[in-house]
Structures are given as C-alpha cells and as structure tokens.
C-alpha cells in the first residue's frame, strides 16, 4: 500500500464524498416526505390514496434499487421522459426509501399501545385529537430507531448509483481503479470514507435503540 | 412503437435465456442463504455468551458487514482475494462467498436479538429444572426464539435476493447481465426494447420478493397478535 | 438432633456496589417448613435465588446435605434437580404442552425412562387436579392453573427441597387458594422441606414451623412461628405485622 497514492486520490474521493452526502441528504429529505404522506393516507384511510400509497410501497419495496435505477435512466428516455444521471438518482433514492420510511412511520404508529389508544377514547378525544395528542407524538418517537436504520441503509444505497456513473464514491474508487490498477489503497480509501459517514450513525441508531427499549418497557 | 417493442422478449431463446439467468441469480441467493443462515446462527448464538473477546469479535465482524455497503464487500473480495491472497474464483462463486458472510452477519443479529428477547424468568425455570446450557437453547430458547427469528429471516431474504442485482458489476451472467445483452443485440430492430426488458427484470424480481414479505408479514402479525393475548 | 438439609453461614451479597444481604446465617431441618417474610425490596427474592445459584453471593458459604457447595454453575446444575423451584412469574415454556413442560426435567435432565416418567407427571396433574390439561398449551390455562402446573413441574424431578418465591403474588384471588392448598399438602402429607415468602400471612402463620424475618438485607428475627405472630421481639417486625393487616 502507498501512501502517495492515497494522498494524490483524496481530492477525487472528497469530490465523491460530497456527492454522495449530498445525493443521501436530498434523497433522505424526499423519501421522509413520500413516507409522511405515504404513513397519513394509511393512518387515515383516505380511500383511493390509500390504496394507491400501499401499491407503491410493496412495489417499492420488493423490487432491487439498480433495476429501478435503469428503469429511470434507460427505459424512461423511450417514452420521451429523459433525467440526467444525478436526477436519475434521487428520484430512484426517495421512490425506494419512501416506502421504507412508510413502514417506518406506520410501524410506529401501530407500536402506540392499544391501552393508550383507549384511554384517549375514554375521554371522548375525536379521531383527529387522538392521532394529534396520543398517537403522534408517541408513534414518532417510536419511529426513531427504524428511521434511523432507514438513513443509513440509504446512504449505503447511493453506492448502487455507481451503475448509471453518477460520480460518488463507490464510482470514483471504481473509476480510480480501472486507471491505474492500484486496487488496495483506493478501496482502503473507500471503506475508510464509508466508515466515516456511516460509523457514527450506527453508534447513535445503538444508541437510540435503547433508549426507545427503555422508554417503551419501563427499565 | 412500444407495441412492437414487447415482441423482443419472444424472439428467438430470448425469454429463456432470461429465465437461465434468472436461475442463476436464484441460485447464489438460495446457496447464500442456506450457509449464511447456517453461519449466522452459530455465530448468534455464540454472541449470546460471555465470553468478551469472543463477543466483541463477532461484534466486529457484523459491524463491518453492515457498515460497508455490499458493492463495495463485493469489489474487495473481488479484487483482494485474488490479488493479495491469490486465491481466484469464478465471480459467480466468489459473489457466493460474500454473500454467504454478509447473510452470516446479519442472521447473527437476528439470532442473538431473539435469543436475548427471550424473558429472563424463562431461563430461570429452565435452569431451576436442571437444564445444562445445552438443553436450555436446545428446548427453551431457540424454540421460543424462532417465532421471532423465520419473520426476519424471510425478510432478510427478499433482500438477498434484491441485492444479487449487484452481480452484475462483476460480470455474473445474471438476469440482468442477459437482459442487457439482449437490449443491446436488439436496439436496432426494437428500440423500444429497453423498456420491456427491464419491464420484465422488474417484474420477476417483484414476483419473487413479493409473495416471501407479503408471508413474513403475515406471520409477524400474528406473532404480535399471539404476544398481545 | 435433625437432619440439616441446609446451612447458610454468612453470606453476603451484593449488587454491584449495593450491598443487599447482610452476613445471613440461618439453618433447616429435614421436614421443616420455613417462611421467610419481610417488606418489599428487603432481599427475600435475593436469598432464595442464592440457595439456587440463580444469583452469585460474594461471601460465605452455602451446605446442602452435608456437602459445603463449590458455588460453579455446574455443580449447581446438578444441585437444581434436588433443590427444586416456582417463581412468582406463570413461567411455563408457552413453546410446550402442559406435558411436555413437567417432563422436560424427568426426561431430558434425569434421562428417566419416558413411559415411568408420564405416568408419574399423570399422577402428580392428577393430584392437583389437571389431569385434563396434559395436551393444552400454557397460553390456555389461568394463572391458578399454570401456577400449579409449575409446581408439579418442579417437583416432577423429585427434589429434596422446595423454594416458593411468592407464588400467589400474581394470581387473582380466587386462584390463590387452590395453589395454596399444594403447598400445605406437600407440607402436610408429603413431609416436603422448604422455605417459602410469601405476603399471605394467614397462609405463612398455618404452614411455617419457623419465621424469617427480613429486612434491608439482614436476618432480625428467627423464631418459631408461635412465637413470631404472637410475640414478635423487634418493633421492625411489629410494624411489619401491623402492616400486613390480616
Ligand atoms: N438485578 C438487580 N440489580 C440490582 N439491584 C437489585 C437487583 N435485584 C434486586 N435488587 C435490589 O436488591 C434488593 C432486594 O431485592 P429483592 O430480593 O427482590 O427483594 P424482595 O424479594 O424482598 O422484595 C432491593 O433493594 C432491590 O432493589
Ligand atoms: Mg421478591
């Protein structure tokens, strides 16, 4: 392994290291909006929406993220709608984490204990009230940890967008590679930039775990 | 156009050789799995016990499969196994390898979690009655762990299965690989191909992930509802 | 002079730094029965799980039938099958039948012969009047039922011994007195040695031979159990007494 090798690749990898933070952020940011409103519809039952949001979320869910990708990007252009690769990308990141971040909300919301649910109606609280008082602001607590789980299973998905050449970091090692055949030092450079992003998420999703533990079960 | 378009999947062995493929991307998911579970279930049930050196060890490894996203598993094993260890495989048996680890790991975490959500006063009958460590995981604890455990397990499946779409970036004669192959050799005859190709691939991925989550579904909920009373 | 079944000579016990059992040292006699009673928190559930090896103790020394116990969890997986258990949780295995839970121990532990063994847990559901119960699962009994399947659970394994932590402390109340009625017939016709807590004091008042008294983690008082209901020696246990209101 050469250290020169490494220093003269880190401006190329920052490069990817921005893009797939910030192809993470926005996708993040989308799939949490899909999921709200996906989650809503549900919890309320809106007819039609709501059967519209659950068809969305199994195909979403039950399909790999590299075939929606080359949906996106080279069976779409047939029909006349064209994205660039990076656009490509993100709407291919909120359609697959939307629905995770569905099942994310509405399993916190079905985590609300029946008890509670009742005492709510007990004191003659409307539907509204009970999702505004009760079931929300405990559903989204409980929530916390799957989304957490969610963010960085996303992140970890942009790795995938390598396939349509959007330059992130998975690309730029590969790319880095083919050139100069220098495999261990820009795949320690990759794993090293990964661990970076993803280490500290997964010591706080540990963290939150517990605490949801803890904040549901008592001790 | 696209009328003409959806014939691409007829011509020739066209559609069979997509199925071909897509025995080959069954294939390692299915052998993945079956190690995978295996190994996972060892080294879960390992990190249920106290022994600290072995316990952070096996932490690690899991923390390193999941941190590492799975292309990037694929391309170090693809090109260190080789190149550092001159150990080479054909890429279909080296994705295998790296599947069979990375099922390993999260299975351990699917066992161990179970394992430990098991109540405590249930071990403690268990060994009130004289139960060596044997038989208490042998009659109590795995038996009351897999109502946890097959939900997951399944789920953890249709991911494998969805991820054998990386295949293809090692050059793993996939589904997909030949659904590429047959875009290309057809482009100028069927432009609109493309689009039925992938249409199809899509397809028989949801057929196959949809039925196993649409089943641990149903079986997580009625854990939940066995649990609830 | 008695047998001793089993001698505790000071033993201490501690949570961390939490120190909650204070140099205990108490003897029981073959065939006696002692309860062992105090306030909530005061470290009965902690001493009998130490005379089970459920939990470590940092000091003294445990002797059962003679034998000074080398406290590994080997030995006291074989000292289970003489010093047999029922906790206050319904804790039957709900992944086994009624049956297959009271001869797990025989069975599996013992390697009893399986026929002699069914005929035996036959009999002991018999006495405690589930014989009907054999193939249900644990999820379909009532608490007073699964308590007692727990018992004869325990003592399908035939043990010389017997802890009952509080038992009845979970059961509606209705239920309460048929698992009573096991325990004061083990006590009664069965000769059983045991130590019992239990906050049934009526219960505690007919059954026990001899009193324990428990509190912040020390032995105050070990008497008869004449002496201790009728003429209790510490205001502690005074207090304790006035409290129970029974
Ligand atoms: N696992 C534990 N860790 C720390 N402290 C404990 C634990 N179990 C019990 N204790 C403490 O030990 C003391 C005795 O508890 P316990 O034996 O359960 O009392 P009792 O059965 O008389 O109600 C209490 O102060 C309790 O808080
Ligand atoms: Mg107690």
Same mark, same amino acid.
């Given at each position: 392994?050469?250290?020169?090798?490494?220093?003269?690749?880190?401006?190329?990898?920052?490069?990817?290291?921005?893009?797939?933070?910030?192809?993470?952020?926005?996708?993040?940011?989308?799939?949490?909006?899909?999921?709200?409103?996906?989650?809503?519809?549900?919890?309320?039952?809106?007819?039609?929406?709501?059967?519209?949001?659950?068809?969305?979320?199994?195909?979403?869910?039950?399909?790999?993220?590299?075939?929606?990708?080359?949906?996106?990007?080279?069976?779409?252009?047939?029909?006349?709608?064209?994205? =660039?690769?990076?656009?490509?990308?993100?709407?291919?990141?909120?359609?697959?984490? =939307?629905?995770?971040?569905?099942?994310?909300?509405?399993?916190?919301?079905?985590?609300?204990?029946?008890?509670?649910?009742?005492?709510?109606?007990?004191?003659?609280?409307?539907?509204?009230?009970?999702?505004?008082?009760?079931?929300?602001?405990?559903?989204?607590?409980?929530?916390?940890?799957?989304?957490?789980?969610?963010?960085?299973?996303?992140?970890?998905?942009?790795?995938?967008?390598?396939?349509?050449?959007?330059?992130?970091?998975?690309?730029?090692?590969?790319?880095?590679?083919?050139?100069?055949?220098?495999?261990?030092?820009?795949?320690?450079?990759?794993?090293?930039?990964?661990?970076?992003?993803?280490?500290?998420?997964?010591?706080?999703?540990?963290?939150?775990?517990?605490?949801?533990?803890?904040?549901?079960?008592?001790? | 156009?696209?009328?003409?378009?959806?014939?691409?999947?007829?011509?020739?062995?066209?559609?069979?050789?997509?199925?071909?493929?897509?025995?080959?991307?069954?294939?390692?998911? &299915?052998?993945?799995?079956?190690?995978?579970?295996?190994?996972?279930?060892?080294?879960?049930?390992?990190?249920?016990?106290?022994?600290?050196?072995?316990?952070?060890?096996?932490?690690?490894?899991?923390?390193?499969?999941?941190?590492?996203?799975?292309?990037?598993?694929?391309?170090?094993?693809?090109?260190?196994?080789?190149?550092?260890?001159?150990?080479?495989?054909?890429?279909?048996?080296?994705?295998?390898?790296?599947?069979?680890?990375?099922?390993?790991?999260?299975?351990?975490?699917?066992?161990?979690? &179970?394992?430990?959500?098991?109540?405590?006063?249930?071990?403690?009958?268990?060994?009130?009655?004289?139960?060596?460590?044997?038989?208490?995981?042998?009659?109590?604890?795995?038996?009351?762990?897999?109502?946890?455990?097959?939900?997951?397990?399944?789920?953890?499946?249709?991911?494998?299965?969805?991820?054998?779409?990386?295949?293809?970036?090692?050059?793993?004669?996939?589904?997909?690989?030949?659904?590429?192959?047959?875009?290309?050799?057809?482009?100028?005859?069927?432009?609109?191909?493309?689009?039925?190709?992938?249409?199809?691939?899509?397809?028989?991925?949801?057929?196959?992930?949809?039925?196993?989550?649409?089943? &641990?579904?149903?079986?997580?909920?009625?854990?939940?509802?066995? &649990?609830?009373? | 002079?008695?047998?001793?079944?089993?001698?505790?000579?000071?033993?201490?016990?501690?949570?961390?730094?939490?120190?909650?059992?204070?140099?205990?040292?108490?003897?029981?006699?073959?065939?006696?029965?002692?309860?062992? !009673?105090?306030?909530?928190?005061?470290?009965?559930?902690?001493?009998?799980?130490?005379?089970?090896?459920?939990?470590?103790?940092?000091?003294?020394?445990?002797?059962?039938?003679?034998?000074?116990?080398?406290?590994?969890?080997?030995?006291?997986?074989?000292?289970?099958?003489?010093?047999?258990?029922?906790?206050?949780?319904?804790?039957?295995?709900?992944?086994?039948?009624?049956?297959?839970?009271?001869?797990?121990?025989?069975?599996?532990?013992?390697?009893?012969?399986?026929?002699?063994?069914?005929?035996?847990?036959?009999?002991?559901?018999?006495?405690?009047?589930?014989?009907?119960?054999?193939?249900?699962?644990?999820?379909?009994?009532?608490?007073?039922?699964?308590?007692?399947?727990?018992?004869?659970?325990?003592?399908?394994?035939?043990?010389?011994?017997?802890?009952?932590?509080?038992?009845?402390?979970? !059961?509606?109340?209705?239920?309460?007195?048929?698992?009573?009625?096991?325990?004061?017939?083990?006590?009664?016709?069965?000769?059983?040695?045991?130590?019992?807590?239990?906050?049934?004091?009526?219960?505690?008042?007919?059954?026990?031979?001899?009193?324990?008294?428990?509190?912040?983690?020390?032995?105050?008082?070990?008497?008869?159990?004449?002496?201790?209901?009728?003429?209790?020696?510490?205001?502690?246990?005074?207090?304790?007494?006035?409290?129970?209101?029974?």
């Amino acid at each position: 392994m050469s250290w020169a090798i490494i220093q003269q690749s880190l401006p190329m990898f920052g490069k990817g290291f921005e893009l797939t933070l910030w192809l993470s952020f926005v996708g993040i940011i989308g799939s949490i909006v899909v999921g709200l409103i996906c989650s809503l519809v549900q919890y309320f039952r809106v007819p039609v929406f709501r059967q519209i949001a659950s068809v969305y979320v199994e195909i979403s869910r039950n399909t790999p993220l590299l075939i929606q990708l080359f949906f996106l990007y080279y069976a779409f252009p047939v029909l006349g709608i064209k994205f =660039g690769a990076q656009l490509c990308g993100i709407i291919g990141l909120i359609f697959l984490g =939307g629905s995770y971040m569905a099942e994310g909300f509405t399993g916190g919301f079905n985590g609300v204990s029946k008890s509670q649910v009742e005492s709510g109606k007990a004191i003659g609280l409307s539907r509204w009230q009970l999702a505004r008082y009760v079931v929300f602001p405990q559903g989204f607590s409980l929530s916390v940890p799957a989304m957490a789980a969610n963010v960085i299973f996303l992140i970890k998905e942009t790795s995938i967008f390598t396939v349509i050449a959007i330059p992130e970091l998975t690309n730029t090692a590969l790319d880095l590679i083919g050139m100069y055949y220098r495999s261990n030092e820009y795949l320690f450079v990759l794993v090293i930039a990964y661990a970076i992003i993803l280490v500290p998420l997964s010591i706080i999703l540990t963290l939150l775990e517990k605490r949801v533990r803890y904040g549901t079960f008592g001790n | 156009m696209a009328h003409s378009g959806i014939s691409v999947l007829f011509e020739g062995t066209n559609f069979m050789r997509l199925l071909g493929g897509l025995w080959v991307t069954v294939k390692i998911a &299915a052998v993945a799995l079956i190690f995978g579970i295996i190994l996972g279930i060892i080294l879960g049930v390992l990190r249920t016990f106290k022994n600290r050196p072995l316990r952070v060890v096996l932490r690690l490894y899991l923390e390193f499969f999941r941190v590492v996203p799975t292309v990037v598993l694929l391309f170090l094993f693809y090109y260190i196994l080789p190149r550092q260890m001159n150990f080479n495989l054909p890429a279909d048996q080296l994705a295998t390898l790296v599947f069979v680890l990375w099922v390993g790991a999260e299975m351990s975490d699917i066992v161990r979690g &179970a394992l430990i959500s098991v109540p405590r006063h249930q071990i403690e009958s268990g060994k009130a009655i004289g139960l060596n460590r044997f038989q208490l995981y042998r009659y109590v604890l795995i038996p009351q762990s897999l109502t946890l455990e097959i939900p997951a397990t399944i789920n953890l499946a249709t991911r494998v299965i969805k991820t054998t779409s990386i295949l293809l970036l090692i050059s793993v004669m996939d589904v997909i690989n030949i659904g590429q192959q047959i875009i290309e050799a057809n482009n100028h005859t069927y432009p609109t191909g493309v689009f039925w190709v992938y249409g199809l691939i899509f397809l028989f991925y949801f057929l196959i992930d949809y039925p196993l989550s649409w089943w &641990a579904k149903r079986l997580e909920k009625r854990r939940l509802e066995k &649990a609830n009373g | 002079m008695a047998d001793k079944v089993l001698e505790v000579a000071h033993l201490e016990k501690f949570y961390g730094k939490k120190h909650v059992l204070h140099d205990i040292n108490f003897s029981v006699d073959q065939g006696e029965v002692v309860t062992l !009673l105090g306030p909530s928190g005061s470290g009965k559930s902690t001493l009998i799980r130490c005379l089970n090896g459920l939990e470590t103790y940092q000091k003294g020394t445990i002797t059962f039938e003679g034998q000074k116990i080398v406290p590994t969890e080997k030995n006291w997986q074989q000292l289970r099958q003489k010093i047999g258990m029922v906790f206050q949780s319904y804790d039957l295995f709900p992944n086994l039948t009624v049956m297959d839970n009271i001869l797990l121990g025989p069975t599996k532990v013992q390697k009893q012969d399986k026929q002699a063994a069914r005929q035996e847990a036959e009999r002991l559901l018999a006495s405690v009047e589930l014989s009907d119960y054999a193939n249900a699962y644990p999820r379909e009994l009532s608490g007073g039922q699964a308590q007692r399947v727990a018992i004869v659970r325990a003592l399908a394994l035939h043990p010389d011994f017997m802890l009952f932590d509080e038992v009845t402390a979970s !059961l509606d109340p209705e239920m309460v007195r048929g698992v009573l009625n096991i325990i004061e017939g083990l006590a009664d016709q069965d000769n059983m040695t045991m130590i019992v807590v239990t906050h049934e004091m009526n219960f505690a008042k007919q059954i026990a031979d001899r009193v324990l008294f428990l509190q912040d983690g020390e032995i105050l008082e070990q008497t008869s159990s004449k002496q201790f209901f009728s003429n209790p020696q510490t205001s502690r246990a005074k207090e304790f007494l006035d409290s129970m209101d029974f």
